[in-house]
């Protein structure tokens, strides 16, 4: 039966490298000693400039229930503060409410995009680290498939040797 791919053909994809004439137990070893997980979200803090902080913080309340909530609740002020109280300010059908829903729209929905954007590029890079581990784990378990055949083929010819030995002793 026929290997699709090569220990070598692995390791050059896993480590998208040109390696040239090291032989497979090199590599092997090269890939084994050198790390190839990472925490993306901890690279990615390290990488967070303040402005990609700010867009998370608001991305993360402008998502939550307490937002929702308390813009529900503005709203509702805001029209009974303009029907009974501040006649004068934002009359109904409250022109200055909506071109204030407006602004916070027009400013919220990039921020938002930013943020999902960087959110967007770690799942990529989650998915990198995913392949290559799968890749080296993959590789590994070839190799110990590979040891453990020769393995039994060492115990076969020592089954085969002393099985020879017993039947000569036998026949003396």
Known sequence: ME???????????LLNKDLETEDEE???DLLIDQPIAIDVDREDEKSKSFGDRIADKLTSFAGSWTFILGFILFLIG???LNLIFIQ???PYPFILLNLLLSCIAALQAPIIMMSQNREAKRE???NQNDYKTDLK???ILEELHDKM????ENQ???LTYLEQKRKNHGEK
Request: net charge positive; hydrophobic share 50%.
């Open 3 to 13: 290997k699709k791919k090569t220990k070598s053909e692995i390791v050059k994809l």
């Open 26 to 28: 090199q590599l092997l």
């Open 78 to 80: 805001w029209i009974v």
């Open 88 to 90: 004068d300010l934002d």
């Open 124 to 126: 990529v890079l989650r």
């Open 137 to 139: 784990s993959e590789l």
């Open 149 to 152: 055949e020769k393995i039994l």
């Open 156 to 158: 076969e010819v020592i």
